[in-house]
């Protein structure tokens, strides 16, 4: 599910820097681009909630040319994943047009193609499959309106499934298909990023699902459906609504070093067949700020909360975020190392905390490089409900702590692997650590 779409973005620029070996083609209107410029459209974060940067001086010797009409077209291999899908790989195609000094870019186009391969019960398996489109317009009304639409399509057989009870302690006989199920899911998303007085933004997403889970036999979702305890463990059409506020006055949105980012909404979502009796509101706040405080090192800090009321079915419920959705508390956009799917319930609490600082920078074929580390430690944890009686201590927090190696290209794309330790990291397979894949900051 979304977790092959964060393996995607990271992938995204392994694949595209490929392109200086495989196929670039560049359409301009007048004169050449400079280097610089030609690695934004292959590079430029396609996420479908990054808000828009607030600023984007930059160094004479780092500035991008918005203004010469051209279009960018290229295609690579793709290589990515993490310690939950295991190692992903495919194909990527974008077409990015610049042009009238629009910032990031006119629009940008892209088409994803990709699988992973992951360990099985039988061994080597297909884990997860990934098909993606987006078009991306960031001046949809000029200097009003950023328009961003997705349809994408994911089959993972191994997703993550441990019950609902978040004191349990894994089963010694949970080998195979025992807290795994088999997912499939096709999404259309609209993103709606509309400027009011600076930094404040109105946001509206609107969602239409497709979702069919499969209990395989003997496994803790089968027991937890004949129990009556997992709601939605059927073929359902799900649409959702949010609206939001938005507040944005970092210095840019590849990689911060001052500002904040917060974002507020409300989401209500409604599934068919009626009969299913599938719905529910929720609301969610996500809270970031960015300083920095020595030489090249940034502290970068996020709370972020997710509270769901009504009838939200089991794969919904170790999710969170109204604009930006992710696997939570666990996973990579979450609490780093905590696998996906091993927590869940109506309310979810997370807070990272990170130094980032990129260290050394180098140049090859005219565009600049530059290396870097980062350090986190991420803690939360989820809520079956809300008498808070049933999941142990309140303070019984999940955390995940953990490094990894960024590295930037050009002004648009940074490419990082994390390596994340948590005392829960072992109900994945055994494996004793969270390794993640992705492109971008993580917030």
Not at 244 to 261: A, C, I, Q, S
Request: hydrophobic fraction near 40%; aromatic fraction near 12%.
């Amino acid at each position: 599910m979304r977790s092959g779409r964060l393996a995607y973005r990271a992938a995204l620029w392994l694949g595209v820097s490929a392109q200086l070996l495989v196929a670039r083609v560049v359409v301009a209107d007048g004169a050449h681009c400079p280097p610089d410029s030609q690695t934004l459209g292959a590079c430029a974060e396609v996420s479908a909630v990054a808000l828009p940067p607030t600023s984007t001086s930059q160094p004479d010797d780092e500035a991008i040319d918005y203004t010469t009409p051209r279009t960018e077209l290229a295609g690579a291999p793709l290589i990515g994943g993490n310690s939950d899908i295991g190692f992903e790989f495919g194909g990527v195609l974008t077409a990015t047009h610049f042009g009238g000094g629009t910032e990031p870019y006119q629009w940008n186009s892209d088409l994803v193609l990709a699988a992973s391969l992951k360990g099985g019960p039988a061994g080597a398996e297909i884990a997860q499959q990934n098909y993606l489109m987006q078009v991306d317009i960031p001046d949809a009304i000029p200097r009003r309106l950023r328009f961003m639409i997705t349809g994408s399509f994911q089959r993972t057989v191994n997703y993550g499934y441990f019950g609902f009870d978040n004191t349990s302690k894994l089963s010694a006989a949970g080998t195979g298909r025992r807290y795994q199920f088999d997912q499939r899911e096709a999404i259309l998303r609209t993103l709606s990023r509309i400027a009011l007085t600076k930094p404040y933004l109105l946001l509206i997403a609107a969602n239409l699902r497709y979702v069919d889970p499969h209990a395989y036999p003997d496994s803790q979702l089968s027991e937890d459906v004949a129990a009556g305890r997992a709601l939605g463990v059927q073929a359902l059409g799900l649409g959702s609504l949010a609206v939001g506020l938005g507040y944005d006055t970092r210095d840019n949105e590849f990689f911060p070093t001052r500002g904040m980012l917060h974002q507020v909404g409300v989401k209500g979502t409604y599934a068919v067949p009626l009969s299913a009796a599938v719905r529910y509101a929720s609301f969610g706040a996500s809270l970031a700020g960015y300083a920095q405080i020595a030489g090249p090192v940034v502290f970068a800090m996020r709370g972020l909360v997710d509270a769901a009321a009504g009838n939200v079915p089991f794969y919904d419920l170790s999710f969170g975020g109204i604009f930006q959705v992710d696997e939570l508390p666990g996973g990579p956009g979450g609490i780093r190392g905590v696998p996906i799917g091993r927590y869940r319930g109506l309310l979810k609490i997370v807070t990272n905390f990170e130094l980032r600082a990129r260290l050394l920078r180098f140049r090859v074929f005219g565009t600049d490089f530059r290396v870097g580390l980062d350090a986190f430690f991420d803690a939360g944890r989820s809520f079956r409900d809300y008498s808070f009686e049933s999941d142990g201590s309140f303070l019984a927090l999940k955390w995940g702590a953990g490094g990894g190696l960024l590295l930037q290209w050009g002004q648009a794309a940074l490419f990082r692997i994390e390596t994340a330790y948590s005392p829960d990291a072992e109900a994945n397979g055994g494996f004793p650590m969270g390794v993640y894949v992705a492109q971008g900051v993580m917030f």
